[in-house]
């Protein structure tokens, strides 16, 4: 019997340990659980946010070339003398690059002067004309016919008064009476021979006179400009480059060279301004739209030791051939360079490659929160948002902008701090 009560007590004992072990392990297992939940259970969290300056860039890579090209041609038909062109050489501006010979334009300017100094004699002698000689002669003429034609009158009257005492016959006061008829009539004349040359010193004649003088200076102050240009020189500071398809690979104007005869408007060689650059660029249609003109511009090179800025010139509304249906379309773009210090033009070669960094947008009083700190409800973005660390909290309302690599843009929310989900 008490054995028997011994061996109930030691089972009991043993049930004992092992639902308390259980019981333990359980316990372990709920505990861990609950400090799972507590660790994952996110923690509030308050970030000071304030204004500052946003800029949104994009990154390109670009070309530099020259703003302006002109093509130097020939001012006139000749010999070249001297030709001191170098391809792909540096010259400054008034530097001399070509001298011509003169002695065909010297021969056209000595014509057109002979030319201009008819025709100023011919004008001079029409303003002058009521007193030239033509006219002179004319009023002789005149004069002539009415000193005769008085003397002739006389005569008549005398003779009238000595056929009426019967000294002289009719026929003597016949033919005075017909000499007088005769040069009233040259009298007459003489005054529309007058009448007409003085006509031919006004109006018209004048006038075509005076056009062709003027038409005389024209062409003489043309010729003699032309052989003022015979030193061509540089217009402004550039680089000699090739004039086209037609010029020798050598460089510019291969095939012209000193004792060379070229006509005018004979293109020599091409001049690149170095005064006013640009970069040639293309953009991908993903962010073509981002572009437009004005926009700043910081460009760097490894190839040029200084940092450069410009802007946005043209963005192309066409893209480039591509023959990838796939590929996104690239469009052109070209960006303005600031003008370049004169000492430091010479860091920069056409071709050389350069990195662009174009604002796409900037706002120096931009508040920027992070992603977490947005809330959306019914389409509406709110934030938690307290002034200071001991102030009440307050649901603010924001308008979202941009996004960035460090968080969200806002508008409508200021200085302070905001609270975000951990």
Request: net charge negative; charged share 25%.
């Amino acid at each position: 019997m008490t054995t028997e009560k011994t061996s109930l007590q030691r089972k009991r004992l043993h049930q004992g340990i092992v639902l308390a072990l259980v019981l333990s392990l359980v316990g372990v297992m709920i505990g861990g659980y609950l400090q799972s939940d507590v660790a994952e259970a996110p923690a509030e969290q308050w970030l000071a946010v304030s204004e500052a300056p946003l800029k949104v860039r994009i990154g390109l890579l670009g070309k530099i070339e020259p703003q302006q090209v002109i093509t130097l041609a020939a001012p006139f038909e000749g010999d070249i003398k001297r030709y001191l062109v170098e391809p792909g050489a540096r010259v400054e501006a008034g530097q001399v690059l070509v001298e011509m010979d003169p002695a065909l334009i010297e021969t056209q300017l000595r014509d057109a002067l002979a030319a201009k100094l008819k025709a100023q004699r011919a004008a001079a002698e029409l303003r002058n004309w009521s007193n030239g000689s033509q006219m002179m002669r004319a009023r002789r003429a005149v004069s002539a016919a009415q000193m005769a034609l008085g003397n002739a009158q006389r005569k008549l009257t005398e003779s009238r008064t000595l056929f009426e005492r019967g000294i002289i016959s009719r026929s003597e006061v016949d033919d005075l009476e017909q000499q007088v008829q005769a040069l009233d009539i040259g009298l007459a004349a003489a005054r529309e021979d007058r009448e007409q040359v003085l006509e031919q010193g006004e109006g018209e004649f004048l006038q075509i006179a005076e056009m062709e003088l003027s038409n005389a200076t024209v062409k003489y102050d043309a010729v003699r400009k032309l052989l003022d240009e015979q030193t061509v020189r540089a217009p402004f500071a550039g680089v000699i480059v090739p004039i086209g398809v037609d010029s020798d690979s050598t460089g510019a104007g291969a095939s012209v060279h000193a004792g060379s005869k070229v006509g005018k408007g004979q293109p020599m060689f091409g001049l690149a301004n170095l005064e006013q650059l640009k970069i040639a660029s293309r953009v991908s249609e993903l962010d073509v739209n981002q572009l437009q003109p004005g926009q700043a511009v910081d460009i760097e090179g490894d190839g040029f030791g200084q940092r450069l800025s410009g802007v946005v010139d043209v963005v192309s509304r066409i893209a480039l051939p591509d023959d990838d249906p796939g590929s996104a379309a690239q469009f052109p773009i070209s960006l303005s360079i600031s003008p370049i210090a004169t000492d430091r033009q010479h860091e920069i070669r056409l071709g050389m490659s350069a990195r662009l960094h174009i604002v796409t947008y900037s706002n120096d009083r931009a508040i920027v929160v992070a992603p977490g700190a947005i809330q959306e409800e019914a389409g509406a973005f709110f934030v938690e948002y307290r002034e200071g660390d001991n102030q009440l909290s307050q649901r603010v309302a924001v308008t979202v902008g941009r996004s960035v690599a460090h968080g969200v843009e806002v508008f409508g929310l200021k200085s302070g701090f905001v609270r975000v989900a951990g």
